[in-house]
């Protein structure tokens, strides 16, 4: 079991669909993390929260869309995307405290597998 | 920008064999991870190496970080069927901001004969 938890599990979604991941934490970690993963590949990063303000955006296309609405919960909203977003989404946190060893130990949410059709 | 070159990218071992990964960085890193993801999983923390020359030991799994920092290995002793998994290395730079975000190498893909 992990302690981010992400749903849904699986989404399969049309080109002109609009749907929304979501990613919630009670860790108290203050940094959240959206990445991407594709099929034997490593996770690729999207976006990076830290105390609820967006810090990183990886020259991400528009067509995703996060929100933080607040330090526990994180989500990623689609629309239009492509059959070549299909990936597995990781959300991740860590408690993102300067100078803690630990800071950006990340801890991963078992992902959303999303299909686009 | 920075690199985090990791080999190799397959290896299969008979159980009972030892296994190793290598990585390497362009630039100096701050600190390293790794972390162990399952088939159909999700990557899950292993190890923190913070030191230049460290080593670390959990049971069979043994991380080592290079004297100039720039280079790391995970070596399992005696593999058993259980590690089967892909095992990335992330390394963080030297800098704050995106500049010092973790950096994953490609990872290497383990699978294990009984």
């Known amino acids: 079991d992990t302690e981010v938890t992400q749903t849904p599990k699986h989404l399969v979604m049309g080109m002109t669909n609009k749907k929304s991941l979501k990613c919630e934490q009670h860790?108290?970690?203050?940094?959240m993390y959206w990445y991407k993963q594709k099929a034997k590949k490593p996770p690729e990063l999207m976006f990076v929260y830290s105390y609820e303000k967006l810090s990183i955006n990886e020259s991400v296309p528009s067509r995703f869309s996060p929100e933080c609405p607040n330090s526990s919960l994180l989500n990623l909203h689609l629309h239009a995307l492509q059959p070549e977003d299909s990936a597995l989404y990781l959300c991740?946190?860590?408690?993102?405290?300067?100078?803690?060893?630990?800071?950006?130990?990340?801890?991963f949410g078992a992902g959303s597998r999303l299909t686009v059709l | 920008g920075q690199q985090v070159m990791q080999i190799p990218q397959y290896q299969h071992v008979q159980e009972g064999e030892d296994f190793t990964t290598y990585c390497n960085s362009s630039t100096t890193l701050s600190n390293i991870q790794w972390y162990k993801q399952r088939p159909g999983g999700h990557p899950v923390f292993l190890i923190q190496l913070v030191k230049s020359g460290e080593v670390k030991k959990q049971k069979r799994l043994t991380f080592q970080f290079g004297e100039a920092k720039k280079n790391s290995s995970l070596h399992i002793t005696a593999t058993q069927t259980t590690d089967v998994g892909t095992y990335f290395c992330a390394g963080r730079g030297p800098y704050g901001g995106s500049q010092g975000n973790l950096i994953f190498g490609k990872g290497t893909k383990l699978s294990v004969k009984p």
């Open positions: 991740a946190s860590s408690n993102g405290l300067q100078g803690n060893p630990g800071a950006n130990v990340l801890t």
């Open positions: 860790m108290g970690h203050r940094a």
